[in-house]
């Protein structure tokens, strides 16, 4: 008898887990075991046996999408992210933090299931234009404006950015606004820079 898939659904829409149940019915490779609406939730029911974990982008709890890759990749599971968004910070940021594969959601349950079985097997699960986003390379920056991004974007204020790298708050804002602009040129404005933390390596501190 061939391997049961066993996965778990991690989805604001409690409708979501249900239609996957009927959708995956007719494989007889993969089977619907768990399902939360948040990470925490998951993870505290101690329900973590899933060999892939279905995650939906933006949970209404408003966790980050990276954190929540990252704790479900430290299970062991391999964690398909799925959205109905194909932004290239997302994909990045969620590859980088450990997932096997992004997929925008739509009724191809055929893909679907292609892509558990894929992630299962240890390969990555991207279409080809996802993977080209993934290898474009983010707009260039600055030594100061990578370190005003690391401190700004992992928490700290905007006084205790300045305070940290010695340079003062309009300084700051000059430079979030420089990286603003970088992005803006790209046809990829960006409301929050604190989003953008994920797309560059660490920096290494003044």
């Known amino acids: 008898m061939a391997e049961v898939i066993r996965v778990a659904v991690v ?3 409690k409708l979501v887990p249900a239609g996957l149940r009927v959708l995956l019915g007719d494989t007889t490779d993969i089977t619907v075991t768990h399902v939360a609406t ?12 899933a060999d892939v974990v279905l995650l939906d982008l933006q949970l209404e709890d408003g966790t980050d999408p ?19 968004h194909g932004d ?11 997932a096997s594969g992004y997929l925008i959601k739509d009724d191809d349950i055929d893909k679907l299931a292609e892509a558990i079985r894929t992630v299962h097997t240890g390969q990555l699960a991207l279409t080809t234009e996802l993977m080209t986003l993934i290898n474009d390379d983010p707009p260039e920056l600055s030594t100061q404006e990578l370190h005003v991004l690391y401190l700004y974007g992992t928490g700290s204020t905007l006084a205790a950015t300045a305070r940290r790298l010695g340079i003062a708050i309009p300084t700051v804002r000059s430079y979030l606004d420089r990286i603003r602009a970088k992005w803006a040129a790209t046809d990829e404005p960006v409301d929050d820079v604190r989003a953008l933390v994920h797309e560059y390596p660490h920096p290494d501190h003044p």
């Open 11 to 13: 989805d604001n829409d």
């Open 38 to 49: 948040t990470v925490a939730g998951y993870l505290a029911a101690d329900e973590t046996g």
């Open 66 to 84: 990276a954190t929540n890759v990252a704790a479900l990749h430290a299970t062991g599971a391999a964690v398909l992210v799925i959205s109905v």
């Open 88 to 98: 290239r910070r997302h994909v990045r940021a969620t590859i980088r933090a450990g």
